[in-house]
């Protein structure tokens, strides 16, 4: 049947040193969230497909290294 699975993550970081350029500490805040779906009936050579979905924001005082990124991969799992 299908199987799905859902993943999240937070993480912040301060940074300790002032960035010389923008005049201010670093400080980070990250967000991801993972969600990955199978289904055991479909096969392709003995393996099935995973589709796995990942969201990842991250916000930051120096907004450089601020972004949002969505990405897809396509993969084969097998189960013993």
Same mark, same amino acid.
């Given at each position: 049947? @299908? *199987? #799905?699975? +859902?993943?999240? =993550?937070?993480?912040?970081?301060?940074?300790?040193?002032?960035?010389?350029?923008?005049?201010?500490?670093?400080?980070?805040?990250? @967000? *991801? #969230?993972? +969600?990955?779906? =199978?289904?055991?009936?479909?096969?392709?050579?003995?393996?099935?497909?995973?589709?796995?979905?990942?969201?990842?924001?991250?916000?930051?005082?120096?907004?450089?290294?601020?972004?949002?990124?969505?990405?897809?991969?396509?993969?084969?799992?097998?189960?013993?």
């Amino acid at each position: 049947g @299908l *199987r #799905a699975g +859902l993943d999240a =993550s937070w993480r912040a970081a301060d940074f300790d040193a002032m960035s010389m350029f923008y005049g201010i500490l670093r400080k980070d805040e990250q @967000l *991801r #969230a993972t +969600l990955r779906l =199978s289904h055991s009936r479909v096969k392709l050579m003995g393996f099935a497909p995973v589709l796995e979905l990942e969201y990842t924001k991250r916000t930051s005082t120096i907004p450089i290294y601020s972004f949002d990124d969505v990405s897809a991969q396509v993969g084969l799992t097998k189960r013993f």
